[in-house]
Every structure is written in C-alpha cells, then in structure tokens.
C-alpha cells in the first residue's frame, strides 16, 4: 500500500514520464520523415537523434527505478537490480556525451577564433567528435565491469564470505568514484568550456561590431544567443540532474530521498528535449503544425 509521498512521487514521475517519451519520439519522428523526404540528414540532426533516444532509454530506467522502490523493493533480487542499473548506465552515458558532443558542435560551427588548433578542429568537426565519441566507449565498458564486480561483492554479502566481500567493495568504491568523475564531470567540465568559449565569441563579434559601427543584431549575433541558450540550459539541467545522481547514489535505503532525487532528475531528459525542439526551427515548425491539427 502506498503512502501519501509515494503517491504524490508516481503522479510526478509517470508526468514526466509521458511528457518525456512524447517530446522525445516526436523529434527522433520529425527527424526520420525529414531523412526519408530529403535522403540526408544533417550533422545536428543526428546528434539530436540519438540524444532523444538516450533520453527515452533513461526515462524508462526511471520508471524501473521507481517500480522496484515503490512496489518490489523487498523482491527485488540482485540480478535484477544489477541489470536495472547496466540499463540506466547506459542510457545515462550516451546522454550525457550526446549533449557534451552537441555543445561542441555548435561551439565549433558557431565561434569564431583565429587560435590554429581550433581552426584546425573546426575544419574536422565531424571526425573529432565521432573520435571523442568512441573514445568513450573506454569509460563505459569500465563502469559496466565495476557493476558486475559490485555484483559478485552484494553475492558474496548474501552468502557470508567477509573476506571477499571486503576486498571486492573497496575495489568497486574507488573505481566508482573516478568512473563517475570521468562519466559525469568531465563532460559536464566539457560543456561548461564550451559555453564560456561561445560567450567569449559572442563577446569579440559584439565588439568588432561596434567598433565598425554596426547594429548589434546580425544573423552571426543571433545564432550565437541560440547556441547559448541550448547549451547553458542543457548546463543547468546536467548538472541539477548529476547532482540528483549523486544524492540518488547515497540512499538506496531511504526510500523518500531516493524517489525525490528521481522526481527531481527526471526534469532533465524531459526539459531540455522540449529546449531543443524550441531552438530548432524545423523541429519548433513541425510541433507548431501539429498542435495546429490537434486544435482543429
């Protein structure tokens, strides 16, 4: 039986749940008639593909997080839990570095500096973020191998043997420790550089506009606000949900600060999808020609 704050949580959580799927299939939808219309899709369209569908994936390994504290939490076997949290890894990986890539790609397309090794980057954009995208594979096939050895530590716990259980928790607390670090801060120390990069930028285009007595409103200057309001709030809502993690992380046992820091978290996969949809004009036309049919 449910109690008033577990009631409270799934009327939340199932929200922004609908909300999330429906905002997130619209565009990998927009995106996909647009791909079969014009038989190619852009470099920006593909990223926010992919980070629509991460962004699914994570909603539901929300919604399984939910499920196994709210109504199996004393059924719930270690194989399960520990496939719930691969599944939401997963999901959690791929789109915290599809965002982190997004931010590149418009720093890279939208600023303008004279440094060469940023004009050499910006001339293979498309290269240096599939590298870095591979790259990262590393940390995560990494973090998947700690959860299974955490695994084998939570078994061990079940079947008494101190020794081994010992040994194999201290391993998998300092490897999650710097995993975490190398999945969450660091890209979320990526996009941060790149904001303030795209505010220099803007900064230095504002200024050689006036000083050439130009009006402070060109397409260089709009684009520019529009890349920043993308990244600063995919920023915000990245580091409002990392922090969320973190707290989520450290009460698995206190089953009400758990499901708040899921509520709370859960803003961030829904929130910034409809950002990216408001900042894209065919995504914005196409939602706008939607609801125009709805209404009718």
């Not at 569908?53 to 997080?65: C, D, K, P, Q």
Request: charged share 15%.
């Amino acid at each position: 039986m449910m109690n008033l704050l577990e009631w409270i949580v799934t009327i939340i959580i199932m929200t922004e749940f609908l909300l999330g799927n429906c905002v997130n299939i619209f565009i990998i939808l927009v995106n996909a008639m647009d791909c079969i219309k014009r038989r190619k899709v852009s470099s920006a369209d593909r990223i926010i593909t992919a980070l629509a569908v991460s962004r699914t994936g994570i909603l539901w390994a929300m919604l399984m997080n939910w499920h196994s504290t709210v109504f199996t939490a004393d059924i719930y076997s270690v194989q399960k839990r520990v496939w719930c949290r691969i599944i939401w890894e997963v999901n959690n990986h791929f789109s915290n570095w599809f965002g982190t890539i997004l931010s590149m790609f418009y720093l890279f397309k939208i600023a303008n500096f004279s440094n060469p090794l940023f004009l050499h980057l910006k001339r293979k954009t498309e290269k240096v973020l599939l590298k870095i995208f591979l790259g990262t594979f590393l940390f995560l096939v990494s973090y998947v191998g700690v959860i299974n050895i955490n695994k084998i530590a939570w078994v061990s716990d079940y079947e008494g043997n101190a020794t081994l259980k010992k040994k194999l928790k201290d391993i998998t607390n300092l490897a999650n420790l710097h995993l975490f670090g190398m999945i969450n801060i660091i890209p979320l120390c990526i996009s941060l550089t790149c904001v303030l990069l795209l505010i220099y930028s803007l900064g230095k285009h504002l200024r050689n506009m006036k000083y050439h007595g130009k009006g402070c409103q060109d397409t260089s200057t709009t684009v520019h606000i529009k890349a920043l309001k993308t990244v600063v709030s995919f920023l915000l809502l990245y580091a409002t949900y990392s922090f969320c993690v973190v707290i989520a992380g450290w009460s698995l046992h206190n089953a009400p600060v758990f499901l708040f820091s899921i509520t709370i978290g859960a803003i961030y996969p829904t929130g910034h999808s409809f950002i990216l949809i408001w900042g894209n004009q065919k995504l914005k036309q196409a939602l706008q020609l939607f609801l125009k049919q709805v209404r009718c």
